[in-house]
Structure formats: C-alpha cells, structure tokens
C-alpha cells in the first residue's frame, strides 16, 4: 500500500456505521463485514480513502453497515458503479461486495469483463448459493439437485457455475476463497486482496442459516488448498481443476498489467493536430 | 366456479393457470415472486401442463418469452419495476416480432432512490414499446384481465404482447375474494392458441426477426403496431362483452363510476382508484357531484371513451401515481391530447400522488376535488401539484438535519 495514504490508525469496530445490519441471525455476512473492518484498520486506511460498491441482495447491504464511502447500486451493476468510480477517482481503495446472485446471473457479464479489464478493485462475492432476498431461489452458483426452493423443486438442474475456474478463464490476476466460519482466514485474504495491484476476487462461502441451513455443515467440509498459490495461469488451471470447491486459500496471484485510464490525455491538442494535418 | 380468498399475485397465476399456457420462463423479483412460485408448485403437483425455465435475469426472460411465443406456443411471465426496466429493449424487440403472449407487472417505484412500494413509472416506461396494457385496481380484476389479456394479444387483428399491471403490495400480498371460473368455462372464452403464421415446421424453415435497412421498411414495420394497437379498441369492447355475457363481470376499457351527473371527475388507474371510488361516494353524500374514471387501458388508450365520458363536465382531476420529471403527470397529458380542442373539453387539474407507496388518504381527495371545483369556479387551470403533507415535510427535514450534522461532524471533504 502506499504509504502516504496511513495516517493515525483505527480500531476495526470504528469502521463499521452505527446502522444494525438487518441480516438473520447466523448469517455468514456478519463474519465478512468484521473481516473486512479488521482488515482496514491492519492497513491502516483512512475512511476516507475506501469506497464499498455493491449490487442489490442480502449481502449488498453491507456499505451501509460501514463508515466509508458507499453506493448501493442497482442489481447486478456493482462492478460496473465501480468500474467508473476508479476510473475518475484512482486513489481510493474501491472494495466491491456482492452475493453469487448479484454477481453472477444477472451481473454475470460484469464480472467477465471486470477480471478481464484488472483495474484495481476488490470483488467480495459473499457466496450462499442462493436467492436470500426474494427468499431462497437457486442461484448460478446452487447445485442442481438442491430441490427447497419453492420455484424449482426438484432441484434448477443445471451445471453450477464456477466463480474461479470462470475468473482465471476471463484474466483475473488475483483469485482466492475464503470462509465466514473462519474470520481470521478470511481477514488475512481480504488484506491480500486489497494490496494486490488489479483485479481480485475473493470469493467468501458465508452460509445462509434460513435457506441453506444445511450450510452449517461447511464448518466440516471446508480444508486448506494444497500448496503454494499458483504463480501463473497454467498452475492455477491445474489447482481450480483439482478444487472440490471447499477448498480455502489463496488460489491464483500474479502481477499482470493493471488497467486504469490516465487523468490526461496522451497527447496535447497541437500534437494532435500536426498529426492529422495533409 | 368457487370464490376464495387470493392476493393479487395468486390470482394472476391462477388466470395464467387457467389460460393452459404452455411456457412460463421465470426470475425473481419482489413483489412479484409469488407468481412464479405458485405456478411452479401447481406444474410440479402435475395440475398445469407447462414448462417452468429460471433464467438469470429479466432481460433474457423476456427474449426467451418472446422466442418461445414465435414458436406458436402460449407464453406467460411476471415481474416488476426494476426487471421490467432491465428487459426494455426486448419489450420493443418482441412487440415488434408480433408475437402474443402476456405478461404480468407487479408496479413498484423505480430506483433512485430504490424502493419496494408501488407507483407506476415502471410500467409507463414501457408505455411506447408496442405491448397493449391493461391496468388493474382488485384482485378478481387481475384474474379475468389475464384471460381478457390472452384473446386480446391472440385476436388476429391484434397479434401483440399485453401487460397486466397490478399495484404492488396493496394488490400483490392483499387477499380478496376471488371467483375461480371452471377450466370449461375459460376453455369456452379462451380457445388453444390459434399460432397462425408463427411455427416451426419441419420442412418450412422461415426466417424471423430480419433486419430492415433504410426508413421505408422500418416506418411501414413500425406503423403495422400502432395500427393493431389501435384495433385492439374495438376488438377488447367485443372481448370484454363476451367475457360480461360468459362470467357476469364487466371490464369496460375505462371505469366510469357515479359520472353521468358529475361535475367534477376524478381520472385515475390502479388500485388506488378505489380509494377514490370511496371518497366519492362520500362526496356524493355530501351532496358534492363528483364522479370516478378509471382507464383500465392504457394502451391502446381509450380516447374516444374518456371523451364520451368527460366532455361536457366542468373540470377533472387527474391524479397520476407516475412523474415524468419536466412534464408531470403521464395520464395528465394522456387526458390532455385525448381533449384538446373538443367542445365542452373540461378544465383540467393535475395531481401527483402516491409515489414509491405513498399513500393517498381520503382527505387529500376530499381536498382535490374542493381545489378543483373552485379552480372550475374560476375558469382558472391550477398549477399540477405533489400531494405531500406539511408532517411529511417536517420529518424529512427532521433526517436531513441529523443528516447534516453527521456531515458537519465530519468537517469538510479531504
């Protein structure tokens, strides 16, 4: 980070708002939230210095329950409010949060294009594999045979999407899971994410207690990735292939060329037009 | 026929249950849910033959609707506010195909703000893309304008989409009661989809949806909807009189209620009308002549009916649920075109109401048409004026002084 942006450090607890999340009680959500308020005050960011962008879902909520800069955009345009947010104001730190719902149906789009284009943002998606808000539908992430949904009860019986093996394909730079049943995991990833220069996702499995209640059992499934994170794409192809999609840790980083559009312009009126002049 | 209790969002599924539609593609959306959710529990019980498909979002719900209609088959879908609008470009692209099949709007105001509780800018967003809208104000209303919907959009003489608009939450999640018809009863009114030109043939292989260059083709494609919207006038007074003879219930293409002697009229859609029909009959008891039109068409817009109904009266209020910013009220100026330059046209006062949920009380009405009678007293039009209350004001100044001395606190921006 750069260095000029530290000033006198805060405690975690004074980056959250004086807002109550309206989240169920157990919701993997509220383990992001203080995740991502230690992982500020360890980086020691000026409030004023982070934006949190997010969509609209259970999870997008999340801005308000901060004391940062917000916007809580419009269903499944996170990346995109984000996307122009760096673009005109580089120097903040734009964190994007978001569910599976959010991110990949109906922004599905903006997610390709936002690993593909690296600028430096951070993409939370907080992933129940379901619809939370219009109250437990599948999402593109859900199995196909999950059958409790009132919309499709015998299960939406489609291959599931998988939001890393998706991000390397479409060029992230920066790819890693974490858990909400593990804070400190997670904190540490989300510090990763933010210093990495580009595009990173994280992708955070936060269990839904009322429509996935089932998802408590991820404290059992969950385990380590084996090894190093991949350097290049062609390991991390390798270990998102092996993934069982449980796995925690830091999949994939590598420097690749951030893009991020210059304040002025590369070249002056008069050069401009010499150049076009017969 | 049995009568229960149903929200507006159960009796919509149910007209699309009764109208034996083939293909229901489907995407979450509040306050709207519950349709797709019940048509899914009755395709899953075995009592509806259809094929339920979740897409990922509204704007590929509305093209695989579309495609699956140009295929012959009858097509059914919901949503709401931000979904609609999210789908928009298709509403044109498929009205354009001229392919009939109906979809239901659940109205919820537009983001920003975002909101959950209803007005009806989402649905006059998609007033221009050539789907014909049907406005409903009860629950029952919502399960006869389904039907009413299907025979409309299939009538070779019309051959286009329809929305059905219901008000969310006040008509979405409030239970009524409600006459289910017997399946023969709709069978007799509805008959199968008669597919005409639109098929998939094996052995006729017909390209669809080509693209037209220069302005003629464009200009004569375009012109073919707003003729078929404009016979969908006389084709939904036959539909709707067919409909009355078959159920006993009359959906006339505008409302009129207590109008013949009225002086003053009261011009609104939705389920806000009733709130009006109430104030009305108060008003009447008052001895004030005061009456109630309510378009239940908005497009094709029932012109010729409003006129027949308001010219020769001294004044309307048109109170509109919608705000197109730099304009004002959208039925305000539909009225509007719908007079100008009749004899006996009415002065004609405009009211915006009931934004993002708010509500219209009876004494705002009881005040709109006082404001309106003394306005016709004058011969004078008022300025159009937002029914907002003096406390409304004061507890919104109340969050923006807490509001700025957050700010204040936080000293000036870095």
Known sequence: MATETRTHALKAKEY????????????????????????????ELPKERVALVSGIGCSSRLPAYLDTYGFHGLHGRALAVATGLKAARPELTVVVAGGDGDGFSIGG??????????????????????YGMTKGQASPTTAPE????????????????????????????????????????????????????????LQVLSPCQTFRPEQTEWKQQVHPFDGEPAANDLEAAARIHADDGMALGLIYVEPLPVWQPLAQPSASL?????ELSL | MRRVLLTGN???AWGARL?????????????????????????????MAARLVTLESEHSMITAAGAAAATGVRVFSATSSQGLLYG????????????????????????????????????LAARDSGFLQIHCAGCQEVLDSVLLAYRLAEDARVRLPVIVNLDGFYLSFTREPVSIPEPAEVDALLPPFDPQGLAFRAGAPLSQAVAVLGGGPYSYFRYQVQLAAQNALAVYDEIAADFAERFGRSHPAVEAYQ?????????????????????????????????????RLLRPFPAAACRRHLLGKRALAVIDQNLSPGQGGVLATELAAALYGRPGAPLLASFIGGLGGRDIPPEELFEIARVTEAAAERGETPPPRLLYTEAELRELRKLQTIAAVERDRRGPAP
């Not at chain 1, 008069?270 to 010499?274: G, L, P, S, V, Y």
């Open chain 1, 146 to 201: 999950w059958s409790r949904s009132k919309l499709t009860p015998h299960g939406p019986g489609v291959r599931r999407f998988r939001p890393a093996a998706i991000a390397l394909a479409a060029g992230a730079s920066f790819i890693a899971r974490g858990f909400a049943g593990d804070p400190s995991g997670l904190t540490r990833l989300i510090v990763q994410a933010i210093e990495h220069r580009g595009f990173s996702f």
């Open chain 1, 109 to 130: 789009n903006h997610f390709l294009h936002a690993c593909r284009r690296n600028m430096d943002l951070t993409y939370i998606v907080m992933d129940n594999e379901v």
């Open chain 1, 270 to 274: 008069a050069e401009i037009e010499q």
């Open chain 1, 16 to 43: 959250k708002s004086d807002i109550a999340p309206v989240w169920c009680p157990g919701c993997g959500h509220f383990a992001v939230l203080s995740a991502l308020t230690k992982a500020l005050a360890y980086l």
């Open chain 2, 88 to 123: 928009m470009e298709m509403l044109y692209t498929v009205a354009g195909w001229r392919v009939p099949w109906v979809l239901v709007n659940v109205s919820r105001g537009l983001s920003a703000p975002i909101t959950l509780e209803p007005d009806h800018n989402d649905v």
């Open chain 2, 19 to 47: 109208a034996r539609v083939d293909y229901v593609p489907a995407f979450p959306i509040t306050p709207q849910t519950e349709i797709i959710e019940a048509l899914a529990r009755w395709i899953d019980a075995g009592e």
């Open chain 2, 259 to 295: 109008c013949d002697d009225a002086e003053v009229v009261l011009v609104m859609m939705g389920s806000f009308a009733t709130k009006a029909r109430a104030a009305v009959d108060r008003l009447r008891d008052a001895g004030r002549p005061v009456g109630l039109l309510r378009p």
């Open chain 2, 10 to 12: 159960a009796a919509a």
